[in-house]
């Protein structure tokens, strides 16, 4: 007998439909597991071979044992932690895409910055409730996903107003940074040592992003509170001249997280959410150890993959040739968790 | 003799390009009607088989028997009310893409509303003047195309102040509804019964998309009037767990057509123009029945088109792909008109 | 012996990548002249034959000899007037793609307007400090560059202001159009004597593109000044209308150019970035005689260039292809300057 | 839980490439069987997912079990009867591709001859010892296979011998058919119940191809007793005015066989070996009704089937297409035997 | 109005399939005359837009009308003389691809004689009845076609007795050039000037091609009369060295027809029938000045066609190319006879 | 600087087209020496970037310089012993694919025996002029190429004569093995050390390949002496259960050449020249160490280079993928001789 075949599986939402049609064009068997309302909509891509119902994610630790039985590998994605918690992934008994250990680094809005710092990333001036405070700030509870929950606050009058309005939560005030945001997705091969640059986008924010198109005077009578709900995602490419920096700051992030976190570090698709300032520098707000939902875009590759790959390749794409790369050399234990 | 050959033909404005080369791709044989100053643009593109030329669009009806001389198949798109009216395409003689019997539902705003309630999409609340109205809200003219005609107002006195400017013209006064646009365009295959989610944007649109940019200072000194042409597109997709919704929608919308309109209902390309609120919610701006201009980004395919297609899949194309399978199934009859 | 080889050559920048990447999806060899901190990075890229250092770009004209005894036929890029002055491009010598009589024109923003102006093409009125201004207006000193150095000024009191911190620097006011911005990319054949629309973009301007996301009241109580640094581009097409149009200007520029500066006038890439104004009008800001970065977007094509190309057509691919067809033709005078 | 998921399995020999390669372009998993000395072998084939040994093809039915466990489906060649019997194949417990009642029907000689004059295909005389015989004749003993054990006979002395060497095997004398050979594939599809000529070739056989190469003096010096073992095949077309009846002559044969063997008659890939005389008359010798090996020239696609098809379709592909179809028509039996 | 649309039309049999696929892969609307025993086996070929029933080929003249009115543009193949007659064809009142110039030249022995002279093209030699002949010698008839009708003749005898059964007919007694067959498949392009080898064929006769496998004991037993009868076709590549002479000749061939027949010569699709001896030199027996059957090995490209197209290039499509650069270049007289 | 730019390079004949479109598709110069008079011929060949020109072969040698200085590496192919000698070969100062080691034992047939044997490939039985030969033999001049001068004998009296004409040349007398011919190509990759099947052919030779199709009664009326020159290939596929031992020669043939040349061994493209038995049994009577014409065939790839590779893959283009990937692993040295 030879080789075992592998079945590449993830929960059903956020990159879920990227993650599968990459694993399918790298010939994997698919599988999803989802929620019943969810079902009948993964239904519809043919690149699915097989969906697992579960009545809440929460479930979903269970079924371990029949996607053990499946040869499958979990490809997390960005909801993974919203649905099973750091903790729950940690726990998953099932072979999973990443280093498990980074995990807590991420989670982590101190231990992120340690990281970010070590790395030589710009990341925005940090206080806790009390400090001297550099205005303006936005606010951010912890656990915020999405955008839910966060606030800007112009003087210190805004600040403690809102602090209010968060009922105890815990919470960190971030400088916040003016300049355009860029959203850079990168792929470390654990394989090669590389990292690479997949795709670069901007979120769309409701209802921040539509802000800008109600008149002054309108706003001005009838102020409206702004929200960072990411609803969608656009498409950017930089200017060429910060590419080498983006490039370099993806290295210097991966070689960091074999200092701290352990010596593998973090691998496969990660993202650095950026702002750019009037002085073209990069300040980094946060950093996604897996696959951010902006990589969606980017079903048939994006400005950069084409410059590098002669087909459509996807970061979800991207994730699975790796693994059927180690596959072929015999080495899928060097892209587990 | 077997099968005639048939011409894919449209009017040379709004989606043109993306029709006739989809249908090109198809191999169908193209025909544009157009008036003389823009022949020689359209003449630059070698999938247009055939132009004719014709003075003003309003002529266009006494083409007919020489469109189906040559066997035309007409696809309508977003122009075509303004150049013919609804009434000039109802009585187009000649084979037409699209159920005409939705035209009316489309034109009038009552009905449009009643279908997309029937539907179970949610809708701006509405008033009419005197009505004691929710503040914002956005004012719209009866027949405004491409945003022209719109106002907004935050206040009863900025209400009062727009209503003067009109005219006397027919108006609806909606809530404008804080939150992102998001295109979502749709094909509904008569011939499968399924809905697509072929691909979603955003409008460009002048000069409300360049209010941001000023500096405040600079508004407050020299207020600008908001207009909201359509000039543009730039692409979007949406966070995946969205795209239930989005879909669901999509069949709800066809479904309620076969209600309420004629057995048949909707079917072809369509567009729901919602806004997504911070709650995560889409409000239903407006529904288009047809091939919408922010297809026209995805002429090479959109993220959703390339999960589903192997090949470039325009809406344009996807159209005359129906018509193509319509033909060879020998029921043409039930993709026309 | 039969045909020489030739090796597509640029300095390493801006959109450098996009010109390789193309020349060598023409089979040309490529070569990248770069200073030593970028190195690294430019070696990632496989379709880069060779790299040459160079301690500052400055240095580069005397690299003139070894570039022709490769046969290197040089591509100039947005950045080359920056690099190199616009006195140095001219002396270049070695093979120049494009026709350098152009660079005066372009380089002089007054002789730009007589060119714009000689094509028909609306421009914002323009003053002179001291002249009867309509407001509101952007300033722009000579030689600014992606941006920097612009300011905004709503009243004469905005305008002191702005113009004293320009410490005597050489300014031109310029009326600032309220619309949108479309930067429209063109490609104008010496061979064929044809002019093709390539792709459009919105630039990605920080810090301006984020304020509209700054609520208000924020903004009051803490004003921002507005910087308008290009740090990236988003894609765009208009509305099918006004490409009539868009082409027509293009055609009409490099006429024009035939007219003013030579008989061969400009040709190859160039782009017009214009705003559209709500009355579906462009007015040309600027006219830049060679590749811009925003065609960076369209590496695998563009919604432009799929309706022409049956395979990935951009910009910097054009102008390989254009020099293949040169080189096939015996006629590579035709398109060098 | 969805489609569960299939493996397309045969025999490592005869034609077990192109069947595995063939199911492996359409997605299946594919698993082979072959014995010990010839693993090595397959393993060189990256499209063969998994390859199960046993010590001889005798015991592959004891394998039956594991085989359903893998929900596989077997796909015979011409080399099924050879190793398994054709009682060996109609008891394999295991999903199979063809209607195992056909079997009887190509295994009997007589049986053979009735169907292919059901069909109204000439086929030649034939007689028992003891006949009057018209010369030329070719001599066949029972279950001779690959031409092994065949003899010509010119006179009725040859023919006697001949039948001395038999050593009283079983055999059948007919008509030496003096023409051209030329064997064509078919597909006959039980899901359309269309008849596809795939392709057409003709046999490469030791020493009687070789024998025209031998100067006539030393053939008659030192006489070369001829053997008609095929060991390759080489390509052939037919003249087009040929392939009416030869596509005719397959649909012929598929209707006989649903008269005479059972309602479904026999479906998949046959064979018709014919001989073309100098009359353009086709007389067939026999009848394969599974894939013989001379499909193995077109592993690429061959001259038809680039007419009807826009990919390489080999026959063994066409095999693993019509199962796919099956499946995703939910009538997976209707294929199988 | 623009350009027209062309159809391409041939006769059912011969190479139609090849040359409506080619039309059909160039994008032309394809058209078929054929008989009625025909239509069934032509209506299996999606690329057949169109199929004429005629009863009999000899009624083809009077469809000139009809066809004229579709824009149809008659490729001929080898066949068209067989069954329209040289004449035939020279009447034939619709567009055509091809110099029927040429036909003279082609249907009369002695004229192709004087023509492969011109161009330095070794023949065999030739006799009448009566002249002092060197055996080996081959006779034909004249008209034969296929191959029919000829005969073998080693001996004065064998000729006198096989004189005697032609009862009559015009004849030639050809040196019988004892060497291996090669028919070179050549496109000389009307528009560029050039030719090309296309592919090169051996033919596939019967019964002659059966003998050598027939043991000589056996044929020596009983005689078997040859045939010469083309019932297929079988794939062929020319050693290197041999390849700049198969060009020079077909070069030569083309410009003595400038000189000989009109100043346009033959163009279009032709092929040379030669013996390759064992000195290495060609000798031709015959030039076909149209599509010969052989190339229908080469539906999908030859090794020939391969070196020079990017894409599948078989003589039939290299047909429709020329005929679609001819109408693009508004030259199309210039490939019609 | 990097990567210094490679020229792949090969005199012009034999299969000079292979190697150079191959060499082109793996994106490398081309360079081809050649004769005046075939000059005009490979300027056809777009693929070719330079042609140099020599009045002989034989002065190729002092080319080398010019060679170097182009980065040249030499693809020999079967026509360099013929033009340069093994010596010529040997002494060749320019990079050279293959080692030359193994020309000694090309080239000496002795040495091949041992060869042959060593790797236990059946060879015919061979004896010298006065052996007790077991007839039909073959008789072999030493260096004969392409089949000249080859004879056949039945018998003593045949042998006497034949070696009578001879006048003096060096022979071999050869059993006879009466069986078909397979010329197999093979692929031997120094960098990974595997051995791939390329492809099969037969030879066409002149006039031994139309022997057969001659009337015997001619034949006996007017013997004709065969002769074995090769003028062409054509296509074959063998027995799939031929294969595994093909496989198998091929990689015991190189094994062997590792023990008995040098470490390296044979390397890259080589051929076994076998005759099938009709027990089904390879007997070589040649082994070619390097490219042979039959790969001509395969332009397009071969059916078992299609089971491989998902691009067509001829012999010539695997030599540039090899070249390739030793640049690319800096290992340029495993792959010259």
């Given at each position: 007998m030879t080789q075992p075949e592998y079945t590449i599986a993830t929960l059903g939402s956020h990159s879920a439909l990227q993650i599968l049609k990459g694993a399918w064009d790298e010939r994997f068997r698919t599988l999803l597991v989802t929620t019943p309302e969810r079902v009948g909509f993964y239904r519809r891509f043919p690149f699915i071979d097989e969906i697992v119902q579960v009545d809440t994610f929460r479930e979903f630790p269970r079924l371990a044992?029949?996607?053990?039985?499946?040869?499958?590998?979990?490809?997390?994605?960005?909801?993974?932690?919203?649905?099973?918690?750091?903790?729950?992934?940690?726990?998953?008994?099932?072979?999973?895409?990443?280093?498990?250990?980074?995990?807590?680094?991420?989670?982590?809005?101190r231990l992120q910055r340690t990281w970010l710092e070590r790395a030589e990333i710009p990341v925005p001036a940090q206080w806790s409730w009390g400090d001297d405070v550099r205005f303006p700030v936005i606010v951010k509870t912890y656990g915020a996903a999405g955008g839910k929950g966060y606030f800007y606050a112009a003087t210190p009058e805004d600040l403690a107003a809102g602090v209010e309005t968060l009922g105890g939560q815990r919470f960190v005030i971030q400088e916040y940074v003016v300049g355009v945001s860029a959203y850079i997705h990168y792929f470390a091969s654990p394989l090669t040592g590389t990292v690479e640059v997949m795709s670069v986008d901007r979120r769309y924010e409701t209802n921040v992003d539509s802000l800008g198109r109600i008149p002054l005077a309108g706003q001005q009578r009838l102020p409206i509170d702004p929200s960072y709900v990411v609803v969608g995602n656009s498409p950017l490419v930089l200017r060429e001249s910060l590419?080498?920096?983006?490039?370099?700051?993806?290295?210097?992030?991966?070689?960091?997280?074999?200092?701290?976190?352990?010596?593998?570090?973090?691998?496969?698709?990660?993202?650095?959410?950026?702002?750019?300032?009037?002085?073209?520098?990069?300040?980094?707000i946060e950093i996604s150890a897996r696959l951010v939902a902006g990589t969606n875009l980017f079903i048939n590759g994006s400005p950069y993959s084409w410059l590098t790959y002669d087909e459509p390749m996807s970061s979800g794409r991207r994730i699975a040739r790796e693994i059927n790369q180690a596959i072929r050399e015999g080495s899928l234990d060097r892209v587990l968790g």
């Open positions: 044992g029949e996607l053990r039985s499946r040869n499958a590998i979990l490809v997390p994605h960005g909801s993974f932690v919203a649905y099973l918690g750091a903790d729950g992934n940690r726990k998953l008994a099932v072979p999973y895409f990443g280093n498990k250990a980074v995990l807590d680094w991420e989670e982590d809005r590419l080498p920096e983006a490039y370099a700051m993806g290295e210097r992030v991966v070689a960091a997280s074999r200092e701290l976190i352990d010596g593998r570090g973090m691998f496969g698709p990660f993202c650095l959410e950026t702002i750019v300032t009037p002085e073209q520098r990069f300040v980094a």
